[in-house]
């Protein structure tokens, strides 16, 4: 089948053939230790010369992505929004805001990647809405009472003492709640105050998501990246949330403003039946044009991992994201820490990442981009699929925030320019030139520094670049990962981490001091982290892949 081709694609990255099977054999999904591309899609490429990237340019940019040797693709949401939160206020589920294209170009996208053996997942964002969808407009309009949208979002009458009803925080500043003048009740929102949060106790909610992601499914998509999945349903009695002590609230992740932290979130969040609501929508969801089941993906935002597994028990989600490897330092036993596998009664895996677009850059956090690599070289082992976000693969850096550049609400907003997430969210440097290859225009958010290695053309000719490290090690990966058993075992002995997994070994020295590295007999190096070192030795920082020799064969 030809290939569509948009018209602004770049030759510096030429296609390659895939080793990645279209399809996969009936007793085992594409999945589990797949590797999914996050697209941020305003940040990507930009085709249409208005300074934000649109579904032409990731179309446009798929050669890059295939050459990677990802199994699919993530975009970040692409419907119609009034932009308060990037996106993630949505007032148009089943639409494409023009910004980003339109159903054609949705439709061009998804034949271009399964033509090139790439699965499509969809961001969906089901807790919330914008304050300007239609549901949202009829809620209000009904006002107290009313009986048809009314109860698709969360009201409740003022506390007391005439103010808000509970002590719940918004993840982006100030109560979760918001006085509606007109009917004289609060609406609750975990994030902004233009962004309502549904109820999903309400069947109907569940009834419009059922046919919204049935329209997706329709349109080809292969599966969906569940927005704060975590977050659907709040206890029934609004009961006020403990206050922590201060020191606790440092371990809170990011992605939520300072003032927001001081709660511990027993009422708001995870709520234990919530889990039940992914088994509800599972059961109604149409099959993919592939014919599989659609792959559901959970961001599950929460500090302890046997909460998520509880995401992943039969019939549930798929994978839900684990956040531990975000936030660790380059050190053995916080890594070796971090690194598991969920319990035996769940049935999916954990989604492993370094980044996203509302974490820091690895580079930039850990110190540089070797050791990111290292340190992904070790959670890419892990059982479950990775999340590699655009722009990891080119060692980028955090951008650096002042308040004439912001554009997150946390830095407009909330004023927490330190914790702004626009730091991720900086425009992929494609050349050296000045627009840096991204748009003819300026950017809708500025430009970081250029990656260590450089940009992506620059890197793409260099053997020895962040960039091709990266493809070697997901080239290694892809002929491993169908043989590798589902678990893997994790240990650290000072600084040398050591993980295995069935014949495969990874070794990462997260020291500063090299060390000799004592390989079995017969076993075969397939990759290391800093090419061309001396093969006695691990260096400060690296990591390496091993294959043991097979017994018996
Ligand atoms: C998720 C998104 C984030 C968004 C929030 C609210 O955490 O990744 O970007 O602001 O949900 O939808
Ligand atoms: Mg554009």
Redesign the pocket.
Known sequence: MPVPQGEHVHDQNPPISTTIPATSGPERPWWPDAVIYEVYIRSLADSDGDGTGDLQGVIDRLDHIQALGVNAVWITPFFPSPGH?HG?DVSDFRGIDPTFGDTETFRRLVADLHGRGMRLLVDV?P??TSHEHPWFRAAIAEGRGGTEYRDYYLWSDPGPDGGPPNNWLANFGGSAWTWEPRSEQYYLHA?LPE?PDLNWRNPRVVEEWVDILAHWIDLGADGFRI??AHNLLKHPDLPDNPVLEVAATEHVPA?RVRSARGLDRVYDVDQDEVVDLFARLRERLPRTHAGEEPFLLG?T?LERPDRVERYLQAGRLDAAMWFGTDRVSFEAAEVARVLRTPGADTAGTFGWFLS???RARPASRLGSADRALALAAAVLAMPGPYLLYQGEELGMLDLEIDPHTARDPIARRAGELDVS?DRARSPIPWTDEPGRGFSTAEPWLAHGPLPEHGSAATQHGDVRSHLNRWRGLLSTWAGLRHQLPASASVDHDADLLTLTRGTLTVWVNFGGEAVPLKRPAGAEILWRSQPGGDPATLRAGEAVWLREPTRGT
């Open positions: 939160d993630y964002v807790n919330h994030y962004q927005d704060v992605g961001e935002v996203n677009h509302d997430r």
